[in-house]
């Protein structure tokens, strides 16, 4: 197999674990939280950065990939980790969720997805079998299943789209061939516990190396996604790699770690950082609230980013309103060292048996962005469905 | 005084020649490319990474700091230095240029000049004194004399412009009083010998510790800027530094050296990689052409930036295409890269006496921008005047 997960401790308090997962790419150590790089680059940062910054797993889009600069393109240049500089393990979506929350939508039954490109309005069919053929030309170390996330409240169409997604599943399964690839599973079920557990059933049945959940964090109220989480993760096998699809923020974070989650990927840390907000231990802050406009303190002292290493709130403001590009990066760079340093300081402590600690501490210091503000934020920007298509 | 210039050599062929000026802030090996960062950031690049390309000098600009974010923030934060980050020598324009180019004019007389500012249309002063003050705040170890950028062609209007450029000086000059700042003196006199004789005579009778020509590469023929440096320079103290303002391409550099300068700034490496446009030793390539779509080449065999060590021609055009962060900065980084190495290869030959082989040998295999595509390019960003204000 070319996906070896490795299961070092368990949390005693919790459903949290400590493990590394093997890939030809190199290991990973998990709890992981995985940057996004949407087009084969995590937006403003370098490859270079993302060794620095410890990252261990990025995730890219295959539906952006291949719309451009096409699968062929990238495999004729050696494949993903070539084709972007990037030498660690890489993740791959299967497209399934950008074809429903970004393109148009044209047909969709069991032998796939009609869509038409919100590049150029171009019309495409996406099978199991092409979704499986176009990742393997990427070349990611893991890739994922077609699968259907539907608004997680419509009882009678999420049966529907299950019954897609389970079929693509098989599909996917029987079309996957290549060795230096780990076809994860995907347990989709929107906010119903029933068909949570039994596509949870279902899916596991196949007998895939890891597996993803996905159809959460896409606007439902944090407690339905815990309760999601607490029916579904023990249905899944222990010894295979868990991965929690577009999720999340800190809390997020700690909460899954707590249900048993080793793998995280999200867009957040990147996007957020391109309207000037930036993570520290106390909660966001935005950076172009005028009373930083004089402060000549780091975003959060004792950090140890290149940001907060150089820069001052004041000069980060400054780049930040007049719309400079290095302001994006620095910001960005603070985030993504925020996260990543989040999840070691996690994983150190489920090692340490501190788990529920840290988690405690943690979130009674964390001011936690209120569900009404995200909702507000998800309308803002023009979408029903989450977070995980756009970098 | 603050600043020193040190002469190493001088081309027996031309009026090339190789020093060193010594600052504040560090040396500077003359002749220098200096990258441009309008908004105290050179465009999509970290100090460090301009560290790693061997800049030794850059310069910002007055007017867009003292808009945003403004010089007493700047100086609160301990001056331009500390608050960019970046530790080596650091120059600024007196205002002028952009004055005259990009914010709306209001009034003009010998105290001064009234504008409005191009961000919010806000009404500003700027006067000698004002200017010295405000780049007194600023705290760059070269500033400059406010002074009037004409267009190069009306006699008459030349003439009035360079009696309040003149009278400006003299502002200027008894203004100053920080003694780690050196104050170059403009030249100007547009594109007519006898006026930049005038120029060269006046302003040097008012012993500045360097000079810069100013008006020039802002829209006439090559020709005209080479024969106007040709009547300038041997006008110029020997031992003082000489800096052509807002200039320029490969070929442009070459032919300044040849005719005496020791410095050169412009935002051309920055400002076309933006558009994916990037140097090669045999001209300029368009990186969105088609052609590179599938290209596993680097920019160019044999560079050794970042850009070039780690990425093809493919991957940087996608990420252009794409709009990626990430493709606007790895073009700037080869095409500074570029710019520098020619400095230091320049400098060699002039030390080793080969500058002018050097020369022909570049420019037999350079392919120079047409004077035509250049008005274009001008015209299609909406300006007359030329190419010093918007990194």
Redesign the interface.
Known sequence: MSLDFELLEKDPHSQARAGVIHTPHGQIPTPVFAPVGT???V??????ELRELGASLILANTYHLYL??GPD?IA???GLHD???WDGPIMTDSGGFQVFSLARLRALDMTGVTFRSHLDGSEHFFTPEKVIDIQGKLGADIVLCLDECPEPLDYDYNVQALERTHRWAEHCRAAHTRRDQALFGIVQGGAFADLRRQSAEFITALDFPGYSIGGLSVGEPKEVMHEMLEVTVPLLPEDRPRHLLGVGSPEDFFEGVARGIDIFDCVLPTRIARNGAVFTRTGRLNIRNAQY??D?APIEEGCDC?TCR???R??L???V??K???????ATLHNLSFMLNLAREIREAILAGTFSALKKEFLAHYEIVPHEARQRNREARGKGLGTRDQG
């Open positions: 087009q084969a680059t937006k403003a940062v370098s490859p270079r451009r600069p393109t004729n240049l050696g084709f972007m500089g406009a004089d000549p290149y150089h820069f001052s004041a000069y403001r400054h780049l309103m007049a400079e590009m290095l302001g994006f990066r620095l």
